[in-house]
């Protein structure tokens, strides 16, 4: 049976309003299931620290010495952090020198397309392929300053992480914090004030 011209049309209208709901539907279950699985990984990385520190008393890979917290994932790579959650010999567990018991506080899949995890490096990728960035109070003040950031607050927390994001740059208003506006306690230097997150998002 041939369809006329009307039916035709009416058929083809019928199928791009179908398409106009389902196609942004689709991706906004895709986002969200990226999202959900970086927030994973921050809950997981932070909570690992976390575990570390009760097991040993100190935060992974710290610098003796240094002053001011220390931050990992931008000027030293965040792999010194891991390779002592994960157990690894290797640059910040030499000779398991940070984590002598070799406990695995953390394990994590490896880094492919789309998915976020340790690449060859060692080194802890987000999904859009940019290392996760880590804080810790090293100089146990009680609060985690992080330098030279729009995130450059005194946060209430022992160790903090983030993600930079799909734009794959720190500091700006996509990153996904582990932290919620709650746990600020200062501003420094009138930056502006961490983008919020929901206070379930991590669990």
Not at 5 to 28: F, N, R
Not at 135 to 147: C, L, P, Q, R, Y
Request: proline residues 8%; contains cysteine; charged residues 20%.
């Amino acid at each position: 049976m041939r369809l006329s011209k009307p039916e035709i049309s009416i058929l083809a209208g019928l199928a791009i309003v179908i398409l106009s709901i389902v196609v942004p539907s689709l991706w906004a279950v895709r986002l969200a299931r990226e999202d959900r699985m970086v927030r994973d990984d921050l809950r997981d990385l932070v909570g690992a620290g976390i575990r570390f520190n009760v097991e040993y008393g100190v935060w992974p890979a710290v610098r003796l010495g240094e002053p001011g917290d220390q931050r990992f994932g931008q000027d030293v790579p965040n792999w010194e952090f891991v390779n002592a959650l994960r157990a690894v010999d290797g640059p910040g567990n030499t000779n398991h020198v940070s984590n002598p018991h070799r406990v695995v506080f953390l394990d994590v899949r490896p880094h492919g397309p789309g998915t976020s995890g340790i690449d060859s490096n060692g080194e802890f990728l987000d999904r859009w392929g940019t290392p996760y960035q880590v804080a810790v109070d090293a100089d146990a003040s009680g609060v985690v300053t992080i330098e030279n950031t729009i995130h450059g607050a005194g946060v209430g927390l022992g160790i903090i992480a983030w993600s930079c994001g799909p734009d794959r740059r720190s500091d700006t208003p996509d990153d996904i914090l582990s932290w919620t506006a709650r746990d600020v306690v200062k501003q420094i230097g009138g930056m502006p004030k961490p983008q919020p997150m929901e206070p379930s998002s991590l669990r």
